[in-house]
Every structure is written in C-alpha cells, then in structure tokens.
C-alpha cells in the first residue's frame, strides 16, 4: 500500500483518505466500524484502491499491511473528557503507531497531525488548567517528538488551525449556531482574539504532499489573514442575515463566572487568545506544492451555508446548491438552480422550502425552492413580496412553472397575474384562499408563543404535517427568534388578502391548475381544473409527493429563454 490513514473516518482522516485515493494511491484506512466507505461513495470517490483494516490504536498494532507512507489523524477531540480517556487515544495512541511505523522496512514518513495551540517546547503539561483534551495532546505532541527522535523514524508534525467544512459541527460551530439561533448576546474573547481557521480541502491537499518535503519539520497549517473572531462572527452573522453581538466578555472574566450563567466551557477558553503563528515553512512549502488556500471569509459563508443547511448536524440538506442569497434587498435562503428552473417551488406556512424536497426529487426538471422572506431560514423583506418574486427570478433564463403552497398561493397567484411573461403555468396547492381558515393561529397573542414552544411532534400533530425531517427543519425556525411571529402575521395578511385573491383567480391569463387533498377540500367553486388526492390532507406533497408530481410534471412545458 502507499499510505495508511488512523482515523480515517474522522472529519480530517476521511478528507485525506478521499484525496489520497483521487491521486491514485493505494490507500489503506485504519478503523473500527467501517462509515468511510458509503461517505466516499456519496462524494464521488473511487474507492478500487481502498483496503480497510481493523485498528484500535490504543493497543499496540500488529497484523497491518506495510506501507510507505503513515497518516495519523486519530485521537479524541472534544471538551469533558476524563484524563484516561484522553491520554488512551491523544498519547497511548499516538505512541503506538509510532512504534509500528518505526517497524517498516520501507517507510518514507510518519505524519503526526497535531493541533495549532498544541505544539509548544518543554514542559509537563497542565492536566487541571487546560483541560483533558488539550493537555493530552500536548503531551502526545511531546512524546511523539521525543520518541521519534529515539528511534530515527522520519516524523512531520502538521498543525491544523481550526479545520472547517462540510460536516464539521464542533470547534467554531457550537458559536454559529448560538448567533443563529440569537442565543450569543455577547461573544466570548476580547476585540484582538485571533481563531485561525483552515479548510478541511486545503489541509488535506497539504498533508498529500507532505511526504515528499523534508522530514523533521512541523507545519502551522492555518490562514493567517482570519478575521478577528468579533470580525469573523460579525461577517457570518451579515452573511447569513442575523445580528451580531456588539459586546465582548473577556475570557478571563468567563473563567471566573459560574458556567451555568455563561454557557462557556471552561476548556475552550484557551483558545481565546490573542496568539499568532509560526507559519512560514507551511507557507513556503505550499507555493513550492501549487497550493492556495481560498479567501478566509469565502470559506466562512460557504461553511454557513452547510451549517445551517444540515441544522448543524441536526438533519441531512438536499442534494442540491443552496445557500443565502440576496433578494430584493435582503438574505434569502435559496435551494436549487437560478438559472434554468424548470419549477419555482413556494412553500405554505409554517414550512420552508424543505418541505419540497419529497416533490423536486420526483421532478422531472430542476427546481428553485427559496424560504420565503421573513420566515424559515430568509431574513425580512426589504421591499414588497411581488418585487422580491421579480428578483428572485430576474437571473432565470426560461419561463418555469411556479408552484406554490398554502399561504403561498396568493404571492404567487398575484406575480403570475402581474408578470404573465415570466412564468409558463401557475399551480397551486392547496390553496389557502379557496379553503377554511385556520383562524387560531391568526391569533398572534396565543400562535407565536405556541408555535415556539412546539416539538416537531406537536407541530406535525398539531398542523396535520406529516412527522419527519421536514416537520423537524420547520419547528427548528419556528424557535428562532421573530419566525413565529411573522408566521403569525402572514396568516392575518391572508386572510385580509383572500377576497381579493379569489377575484383574481378569474382573471389570470397563465394556465392554473389546482391540487387539493381530498380531506381538505375547497370551499370555493372556481374556473380552474382541479384534482383532487385521495386520502391527502393540506401537504399533499409530503404524503402523495408522487401524485402530486405527475400532476406539476404533466402540467405544462416549462418555455426556454
């Protein structure tokens, strides 16, 4: 084999296992319960030259195929750890494959991935005031050095700042998700903390070509040009249409204040500080190997999208683009394509755009499914919704279907009307105008505070939504703040809209066609076709998404632009 990967189905380990395998190495990974296969199958990588072997590396190591080159990317990361349970992995561990890489007849180099606070001359590490986690790799950092040095093994040691990418929801995460969530109302560090980040794409590129550079060195692997961490939280929080904290809570502070008042870890605040580091040789051997990194902030936006799309390791996204978007002013939400749409899918309220997802997988063209403005993940509107509509389809080169649900419909139906040159067809589902009025959740003094409290379960028992990833992702935005109210608004502006919409149903020039559930019927008589699901309910596409998808499919042909 040339290169063996401990750790391999870690964030870090199956990143480098990918890009080792796309040069056309043999690779073989080390685990204990093989998840890294069916992740490279998912990303498109030739697993041909993959072995898996059984590996625990806090016991010593026998039995593994002899290999040229040796990545060691296992350990424990994490805060709370025992002492035990961290030096197993962080020192044991490392030590072990150490000893079994010392062994091999033919190998070119061991890579020790370490950690960018971590790697520091001399002394005894400090088990009571870093914590378990840092202190065991520091420890482990040391030893490995030492013990290298004992027996001539050819050791690089790679020192990651903190790694981010798809996937990744510790280190900064847990920060993003309490600004997203409007839980951060000051952030932790001072003006001047510096919290370097590298992507997991770049730094498994890096540590490739490491092999091939001179042993003995050890490689800050970290952006230098980060943002300050008020800076770096201030550029997400725009980016992703929240607001940021304006104050700062000095960690030296937090380590005096009880934890249950801060919600701090006491073992992150080390990582709080003002620090810079050594990275000239990373840098240098980087140009030398063609590698560049990507704009930090570019990186940043790109990782909040995947956050928040996979609700922090909450839920799967689609197999879709997605991220937010300016529309009209303010950040949207946007999944799908912009382009070329086939379909523009409007979601009904309480939802967000996933609630599509069971319908465009059943489609037979691409789709583009925003969050409304306002609600699920979309910031407010800053002009009207008929102008936001403009917008969102102003980069569109064809004349899609528009699609909308529910409270959806009236939007829709009034840009169809308005912009007749800008759609092929118009369907509605569900529509909220020509059905009963769910009258409670109009009451915003009793629906907001509800809709905030409520678990998936409530709500999908509540509403009628089918329980699953979709109910969940909506009760998710439903307890950020301001979304539960809006909801609670746009069911009053409906139903102050519904004489009005039900006037204009007549008078569209597009084609309409009408998809109701059998056991949500309308209320109105119309003009339209109308199919009717059998057995549907008011979210036909969760519960009959393929009926419902013949129906939008067969409906009309979307017109090329």
């Known amino acids: 084999m040339d290169a063996i990967v401990f750790g391999a189905t870690g964030f870090i380990g199956r990143s480098l296992t990918a890009e080792l395998l796309s040069r056309g190495q043999r690779v073989a990974a080390a685990v204990r319960n093989d998840t890294i296969t069916p992740w490279l199958i998912s990303q498109g990588v030739d ?75 001399g002394g005894t590490p400090d088990y009571a005031g870093l914590g378990a986690y840092e202190a065991s790799k520091r420890e482990g950092d040391l030893a490995v050095r030492a013990r290298a040095r004992e027996l001539e093994v050819p050791l690089t040691i790679a020192n990651p700042g903190v790694v981010i990418g798809s996937g990744q929801y510790i280190g900064l995460a847990p920060l993003v998700e309490d600004l997203w969530n409007g839980r951060l109302p000051a952030l932790p560090g001072g003006r001047d903390t510096f919290v370097p980040i590298v992507t997991v794409d770049y730094f498994a590129r890096f540590l490739a070509e490491v092999p091939t550079s001179p042993a003995g060195e050890h490689y800050w692997v970290l952006d230098d040009t980060t943002p300050l961490l008020p800076e770096l939280i201030r550029a997400i929080a725009d980016h992703t249409g929240v607001r940021a904290p ?11 204040l009880p934890r249950k008042l801060t919600g701090a870890d006491p073992e992150t605040l080390s990582f709080l500080s003002a620090d810079r580091y050594p990275t000239a040789t990373a840098r240098a051997f980087a140009a030398s190997a063609g590698l560049e990194m990507p704009p930090a902030i570019d990186a940043l936006r790109t990782w909040a999208d995947d956050l928040v799309a996979a609700r922090f390791g ?64 979309s910031a407010t509107a800053a002009q009207p919704m008929n102008a936001w509509l403009a917008d969102l389809l102003s980069p569109a080169r064809t004349r899609p279907v528009l699609v909308a649900h529910s409270l959806a419909c009236g939007p829709a139906l009034r840009f169809a009307a308005d912009h007749p040159d800008r759609v092929s067809g118009l369907v509605l589902v569900s529509p909220a105008f020509l059905q009963a009025p769910v009258r409670r959740l109009a009451r915003s003094g009793l629906a907001a505070p509800m809709m905030r409290r409520m678990s998936a379960t409530r709500l999908a028992r509540t509403l009628g939504i089918p329980e699953g990833a979709e109910a969940e992702s909506a009760a998710a935005d439903l307890r950020r703040p301001g979304v539960a109210r809006r909801v609670a608004a746009a069911v009053r502006t409906d139903l102050a809209q519904r004489p009005h919409s039900r006037a204009l149903l007549h008078r569209v020039s597009v084609p309409v066609q009408i998809v109701v559930g059998s056991a949500d019927p309308l209320v109105e008589a119309v003009d339209h076709p109308v199919t009717e699901i059998a057995g549907a309910g008011h979210y036909p596409q969760l519960t009959h998404p393929s009926q419902v998808a013949r129906r939008v499919g067969g409906f009309a042909a979307p017109v090329g632009g």
Not at 79 to 108: D, I
Not at 248 to 256: H, Q
Not at 342 to 367: C, K, Q, S, T
């Open 314 to 377: 909450a839920a799967s996204p689609w197999p879709s683009s997605y991220g937010f978007r300016t529309v009209a002013g303010s950040r949207t939400w946007v999944t799908g394509e912009r382009h070329r749409p086939d379909y523009v899918l409007l979601h009904g309220l309480p939802m967000n755009a996933d609630l599509w997802a069971p319908l465009a997988a059943r489609l037979p063209g691409p789709v583009l499914a925003p969050d409304l403005p306002g609600l699920g993940r």
């Open 246 to 256: 304006r104050r700062t809570v000095p960690a030296g502070l937090l380590r005096r």
């Open 47 to 121: 697993t041909g030259r993959l072995e898996l072997v059984a590996a625990d590396i806090t016991r010593p190591l026998s039995g593994l195929p002899e290999v040229r080159d040796v990545y060691n990317a296992a350990g424990r990361y994490g805060f709370g750890l025992g002492v035990r349970e961290a030096r197993a992995a962080n020192v044991t561990g490392a030590l072990n494959v150490l000893e079994w890489a010392a062994a091999l007849p033919g190998l070119r180099r061991l890579v020790h991935i370490s950690g960018y606070r971590v790697s520091a001359p």
